[in-house]
């Protein structure tokens, strides 16, 4: 699947388009592409929208010819899982980012799912006809693969979890974002602090989130925290029928039964996973932030509006977003310069949901 999602010079873009139809960036790319799996509704207000706009879709032929100072046409390569990709808030974020900045560079984007080609071993059409002139990939890549990739045309990794570190690429600072998180709790007179995440069991563990256990432990080893095994919760989604409020449960569970040495605070690896900590909590007797505070990543707009209000690290995808169109701009222009690794620095948001302890 790939759609040309953006035109440059303050002509109609995908965010332009999604803000006057109301629906997520996720929503309008999918609706441009063609796809059928969009609620008609939607889709009509989407085309409305870019009929309004004065939007035009670019054929990949004339988008392969950029004028000279012009970005021109560059491709965003996603995994096979483009439909939940698409629709998660964070993702729009970094899709934000990076049509904004291409835009401002007199460049547009190509996008493109990859689950096929990832399945035959083989590079995406617009890269092996070199409609693009470089690449942004996020998503769950083998290494060989994006090699591949990255031997055809300028490529930067987006959230990479890659330990070979031979592409260029764009993420967050996980352990900065950590420190910020127990120094802040620390100053609130918190000291016996847990961590808590899924374990994936059918793929692979996000790397970030692993990276965010590391620099949690680091932490509490160096800044004179208590701890205890029970501490750290990692529970697994035993069957299809659980949702991520049930796992997370589990974990909840666990640290309720340590009783009198049970956590003042808790760490989620994510948003997602603090919400639904919110959401069981109640029911299993605990009250926050009273009896547990309770942190999150990502600082995703819904933290402003939880209940209480999540308090948050700031990872910025539209941050990342642009840095990335920034970091390929720079390989299409220097293509034999050092691999380049970028970290971007987080932003602790305070919000309710973390008080000073009162358990004893």
Same mark, same amino acid.
């Given at each position: 699947?790939?759609?040309?999602?953006?035109?440059?010079?303050?002509?109609?873009?995908? *965010?332009?388009?999604?803000?006057?139809?109301?629906?997520?960036?996720?929503? #309008?790319?999918?609706?441009?592409?063609?796809?059928?799996?969009?609620?008609?509704? $939607?889709?009509?207000?989407? &085309?409305?929208?870019?009929?309004?706009?004065?939007?035009?879709?670019?054929?990949?032929?004339?988008?392969?010819?950029?004028?000279?100072?012009?970005?021109?046409? =560059?491709?965003?390569?996603?995994?096979?899982?483009?439909?939940?990709?698409?629709?998660?808030?964070?993702?729009?974020?970094?899709?934000?980012?990076?049509?904004?900045?291409?835009?401002?560079? %007199?460049?547009?984007?190509?996008?493109?799912?990859?689950?096929?080609?990832?399945?035959?071993?083989?590079?995406?059409?617009i890269v092996a006809d070199k409609l693009v002139r470089g690449a942004i990939i996020k998503g769950d890549f083998p290494d060989s693969w994006v090699n591949k990739v990255n031997d055809a045309i300028p490529t930067i990794r987006l959230m990479s979890d890659s330990l070979s570190r031979a592409t260029a690429s764009v993420s967050c600072d996980n352990f900065a974002a950590t420190?910020?998180?127990?120094?802040?709790?620390?100053?609130?007179?918190?000291?016996? #602090?847990?961590?808590?995440?899924?374990?994936?069991? &059918?793929?692979?563990?996000? +790397?970030?989130?692993?990276?965010?256990?590391?620099?949690?432990?680091?932490?509490?080893?160096?800044?004179? +925290?208590? *701890?205890?095994?029970?501490?750290?919760?990692?529970?697994?989604?035993?069957?299809?029928?659980?949702?991520?409020?049930? #796992?997370?449960?589990?974990?909840?569970?666990?640290? =309720?039964?340590? &009783? %009198? $040495?049970?956590?003042?605070?808790?760490?989620?690896?994510?948003?997602?996973?603090? +919400?639904?900590?919110?959401?069981?909590?109640?029911?299993?007797?605990?009250?926050?932030?009273?009896?547990?505070?309770?942190?999150?990543?990502?600082?995703?707009?819904?933290?402003?509006?939880?209940?209480?209000?999540?308090?948050?690290?700031?990872?910025?995808?539209?941050?990342?977003?642009?840095?990335?169109?920034?970091?390929?701009?720079?390989? =299409?222009?220097?293509?034999?310069?050092? #691999?380049?690794?970028?970290? =971007?620095?987080?932003?602790?948001?305070?919000?309710?949901?973390?008080? &000073?302890?009162?358990?004893?």
């Amino acid at each position: 699947m790939s759609a040309i999602l953006t035109k440059p010079n303050r002509k109609p873009r995908m *965010f332009d388009i999604s803000q006057r139809a109301g629906v997520s960036i996720g929503t #309008v790319s999918r609706v441009l592409s063609g796809k059928t799996d969009v609620d008609p509704a $939607l889709a009509d207000r989407v &085309k409305l929208a870019a009929r309004e706009l004065g939007y035009s879709r670019r054929s990949p032929q004339r988008a392969a010819a950029a004028k000279e100072g012009e970005l021109g046409p =560059i491709a965003y390569l996603l995994d096979n899982a483009t439909s939940r990709n698409l629709s998660d808030i964070f993702q729009q974020h970094f899709l934000t980012g990076i049509e904004q900045r291409s835009s401002e560079l %007199e460049g547009h984007i190509l996008f493109t799912s990859c689950g096929d080609d990832l399945e035959q071993d083989r590079l995406p059409s617009i890269v092996a006809d070199k409609l693009v002139r470089g690449a942004i990939i996020k998503g769950d890549f083998p290494d060989s693969w994006v090699n591949k990739v990255n031997d055809a045309i300028p490529t930067i990794r987006l959230m990479s979890d890659s330990l070979s570190r031979a592409t260029a690429s764009v993420s967050c600072d996980n352990f900065a974002a950590t420190y910020q998180i127990m120094h802040y709790l620390h100053g609130l007179g918190h000291r016996r #602090v847990g961590f808590i995440y899924e374990k994936e069991t &059918k793929r692979h563990t996000s +790397f970030h989130h692993l990276e965010r256990e590391q620099a949690y432990l680091r932490c509490v080893a160096e800044m004179g +925290f208590e *701890f205890h095994p029970g501490y750290l919760q990692t529970p697994i989604r035993e069957n299809a029928g659980e949702d991520v409020p049930d #796992v997370m449960a589990k974990g909840l569970k666990k640290l =309720i039964a340590l &009783k %009198e $040495l049970r956590p003042t605070a808790l760490v989620c690896a994510a948003d997602a996973y603090a +919400f639904s900590i919110m959401q069981v909590a109640g029911p299993l007797g605990i009250s926050i932030p009273k009896d547990l505070s309770i942190v999150g990543y990502m600082n995703i707009d819904s933290c402003e509006y939880s209940n209480p209000p999540l308090t948050s690290v700031c990872l910025s995808g539209e941050e990342m977003g642009r840095v990335a169109v920034d970091l390929l701009v720079s390989r =299409i222009q220097n293509p034999d310069s050092l #691999v380049q690794h970028i970290t =971007i620095a987080p932003r602790l948001i305070e919000r309710l949901s973390c008080v &000073k302890p009162t358990l004893a």
